[in-house]
């Protein structure tokens, strides 16, 4: 994100963290290094070129780092940077309005019931 101008700071935030999958991925991420493989498993029906798109994009915004491991089987190992772990709080708050406002059966917490007239 070195040498862009954005309009207002939020801006800043969505070129960072936007599109379908990238929040995703660093969820899993923050939870712990993921080869490339455990990515692809847990994110069905992520395809293997937009996982690399968005692993890219998410290393040129310093959020995210690759270590590779050379031998038989190279093995990779893609992790959250200090600078991504800034973005912690913004995700789990963006987890945590999902839970309330999504209707899905993974929610963690109820919605207040509606104020009665």
Known sequence: ??????????DATIEAI????????????????KRTGELLRLMRPLSSKVLTEQLKELQGDLLVEREAFPGKVPKVLYRVTEHGRTLQPIIDAMCQWGA?????ALATETPP?????
């Open 1 to 10: 994100m070195v040498n862009r101008v954005f309009n207002f700071p939020i």
């Open 18 to 33: 936007g599109g379908r999958w990238k929040c995703s991925i660093l969820c899993h991420l923050m939870e712990g290094p």
């Open 100 to 104: 309330l406002h999504s209707g899905n």
């Open 113 to 117: 019931a509606p104020a009665e007239g």
